[in-house]
C-alpha cells in the first residue's frame, strides 16, 4: 500500500465536468493499493495518517494532528502509484491491486476513515479525474511499505 499525504489548504476533485468532492483544511491522500494489501495494512495506514502530526502549532512548530486542527481528507484512488519504470519508458503496473479487490479495500479505507475524521470526501474509483490542490509548505509525506518496517 501507498499512502501520498498532501497538507492542502483546500483540495477538489472532478469528473467530468462535476465537483464530485472538495476540502478545506486537511489532507489529499492519494491511495495505492498493491497486489498482497489486506484490511490490517488498511488500518496501519490510516491510524498513521490520521494521528501525523504535521499542523503548527502556536510556536511554529509541526505538532498538530488532524483532529487537533479539525482537519478534513479528501481520499483519491491512485493505482499509478505502483508504476514501475525499471525496463523501458512504458511504466508496468504489475504491482497495483486487481480492480475489484483494490476498489473493495479503497471502499474499506473510505469507511474507516470517515469512523475517525468527521469530513472525509472521495474521488471516483476507476474514473478519469481531475484533482486540485494547495498543497500547504508544500508538505507532502509518503507511507509505504519502508514506513512500517
Known sequence: MKFVIQKVSEASVH???ECIGRINRGFLVLV???RED???TADQYIKKMVNLRIFTDAEGKTN???AD?????LLISQFTLYANCRKGNR???FGAGEPQMAEALYEYIIEKTREQVPVVRTG???ALMQVSLVNEGPF????DESTFA
Do not use: A, H, M, Q
Open 91 to 93: 511504466p508496468s503496473f
Open 140 to 143: 507532502t509525506i509518503i507511507l
Open 32 to 34: 495505492g493499493i498493491g
Open 64 to 66: 498538530l494532528s488532524l
Open 15 to 17: 469528473v467530468e465536468g
Open 124 to 126: 471516483r474509483f476507476g
Open 69 to 73: 486542527v479539525g482537519g478534513e481528507v
Open 38 to 40: 489486506t484490511k490490517e
